[in-house]
């Protein structure tokens, strides 16, 4: 695939030489399938991450509103998404090999065109390959919750990594979180809330939208009386 970038500009706001990471290493099981699609799909459908902007429209090889999606896990939410709204073109970050290789593997069973996947740190992605007021929306669902106190510091929903997030939105584009950990997700609706690029759609929390499909994981959790909080905010205009 013939990837055309552009460098980022002087002004691209930049979290610090050290920042929250969307992720933390873990050793994790991963599949004869996965790892074949690991091998023989990511030429295809995988783009490298690089310190410059990325062109959506060469690299989805048309002009579309662009969706990006953290942390995607298996891919199960991001594929049926995208098969139901091919309009829109969706690039999904994720750092572990099963997730990718699951996502990989869906795209060709599904025969997915509007998919590009970059297997790297989403706050780098965001910082040097996102070009600012360029997103047409967000989707952030049920990240790393970090139960314990003492951990709290290294959720991915905070101050700076919003501020830098909104940045990349272009004015109406939409930030879509979820969560079905009740502490963090009012301290997503706090964080949120108090960031003065975005507005929110609701009084506190959402209503799941019908785009966002319900996952297995999240049936079983509702059955047994689990609470799942949506977040809808948008960029606002000024």
Not at 15 to 24: N, Y
Not at 77 to 98: M, Q, S
Not at 160 to 182: N, Q, V
């Amino acid at each position: 695939m013939n990837i055309q970038v552009t460098p980022p500009s002087s002004d691209t706001p930049a979290i610090g030489g050290t920042h929250i990471r969307s992720f933390v290493h873990r050793r994790s099981h991963i599949t004869l399938r996965q790892q074949q699609a690991l091998e023989q799909l990511a030429p295809r459908w995988s783009l490298p991450y690089k310190p410059a902007l990325l062109n959506p429209e060469a690299v989805f090889g048309r002009a579309a509103p662009t969706i990006l999606e953290i942390g995607f896990g298996m891919g199960e939410t991001t594929a049926k998404i995208a098969l139901a709204r091919p309009e829109d073109n969706f690039l999904g970050v994720e750092v572990f090999n099963a997730g990718v290789g699951s996502m990989l593997q869906k795209i060709e069973d599904n025969g997915l065109q509007n998919i590009r996947i970059i297997q790297h740190d989403a706050v780098e992605v965001l910082r040097d390959m996102i070009a600012p007021d360029s997103l047409a929306g967000v989707h952030i669902y049920f990240p790393d919750p970090w139960p314990k106190k003492r951990h709290h510091k290294r959720r991915l929903i905070q101050a700076p990594f919003i501020a830098l997030l909104a940045s990349r939105m272009k004015p109406g584009a939409y930030l879509h979180c979820a969560t079905d950990w009740e502490h963090y997700s009012h301290q997503m609706l706090e964080v949120l809330t108090a960031e003065p690029q975005l507005e929110n759609t609701c009084e506190g929390f959402a209503p799941r939208p019908d785009y966002r499909p319900q996952t297995k994981f999240e049936t079983r959790g509702l059955r047994l009386g689990h609470g799942v909080w949506d977040l809808i905010f948008r960029r606002s205009q000024a």
